[in-house]
């Protein structure tokens, strides 16, 4: 009897908890669209995924149907003639970098660097995104955005499970997550319906000097092969902040960690200044793209850089597709994987005392194969297919920027002061005490 009656409990219990769940679920508050449930064939990646397409309002699942933002980038990136398609908007930015920088030099303060080199590059990338050089006030709102988005993505992370129970039990954090949505649309949006307005008359100016080709362009024009569909503005704004996001993080880390080595290590400060020297000659203004390629030192540094301190420690996770053998061990089909990038790049059986920071390492004969498509010693940008697609833009605005750095101001580190390399994570691995390096104007 006892068992009969705890049996009827239960399922009554069970019952009540159902209607309680169905009545919030159903009720007007909680009424927040959610895109249809993760993929099954792929339980832990569908669901990464998943999350992606919510947070971004991707309902039309542009990852899972093979589409996905990195061969949208690589496909922008492919149309240009070249990457030094930009150099007018470079130029405007690193004017931008010097005059701030300047300033400071003149008040003989001390410079956190690295506040300016994520505005620089914020302002690099929304133009190559837009199309139009934006005002102060458009990026600053930008960047609140995007340092909003980045610091939520370990508070929203915890979303991708079970989303059903947490639009229960973490309720005000969802409400957070299209929050911020909302506020994200807000401000691109419009930036996206004047690229739109514009279009007619820009490509009646296609063949003059002024024309660019924007990243939100190629967007307007794509249709989707599978859905046989144009992108809506919400998709828009989510891949053209992904752009944004990608970009300026990773690009400004890095170049914070390769300036603070050449604050620390005087030595390669002087060595990389006489190789400038000697391609540029004495007395000119700016570093110009073209000379870049001519200055193997430069490009040492920089992938010194990216060995010793790479901004992203691990990849986005992967998932195999068959069963593999890797190292003797079973990876069953469909698991997550990821790579440890910088203990690749710190494997003493690989590199010689790879803890120091040493440039001349990658001096030799031969050009060092950053993709990994010949043997992979080590992988910022990760390798294979899904390899970073702004790989190129990277290295040719880590290269533009360093040379123009060390070729207008002479870098000291604060008096009696050690640069600490101890690392902390946040979006990418930053340093943990931020570089404050004083600068002075170099007597040309
Ligand atoms: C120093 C600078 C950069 C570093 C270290 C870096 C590193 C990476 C890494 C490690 C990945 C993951 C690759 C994988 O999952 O296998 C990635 C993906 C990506 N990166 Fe970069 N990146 C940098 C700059 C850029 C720039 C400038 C852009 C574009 C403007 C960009 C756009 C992307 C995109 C769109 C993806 C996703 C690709 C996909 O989903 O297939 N990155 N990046």
Redesign the pocket.
Known sequence: METWFLFLLTISISLLLKAFFNLLFSSKKLLYPLPPSPPPTFPFIGNLLWIRKSFFHIEQSLRHHSR????I?TLYIGRRPSIFSYSHARKWVLDILIDALQQKAKSGESVEVLVHFRYAMLCL?AF?CFGDKLSQQQIKEIEALQRRAVNGFGRFGVLNFWPRVTKILLRKRWEQLFQLRKEREDVLIPLLRARKKGKDKRLSNKESDDYVLAYVDTLLDLELPEEKRKLDEAEMVTLAS??IN??TD??ST?LQWVMANLVKYPHIQVRLLDEIKQIVGDGVEDIKEEDLQKMPYLRAVILEG?RRH???HF??P?CVTEDTILGGYLIPKNSTINFM?ADMGWDPKVWEDPMAFKPERFLGEEVFDITGSREIKM??????R??????G??LL??EYFVANLIWKFEWKAMDGDEISLEEKQEFTTVMETPLMAYISPRKS
């Open positions: 996905s933002l990195g061969p980038v990338l190559m992904e752009f990608a970009g990773t690009t890095a990216l790479p901004p992203a990849v986005v992967h990038v992988m910022p940008f990760g390798v294979g899904r390899i970073c697609p702004g790989l833009l990277a605005h880590l």
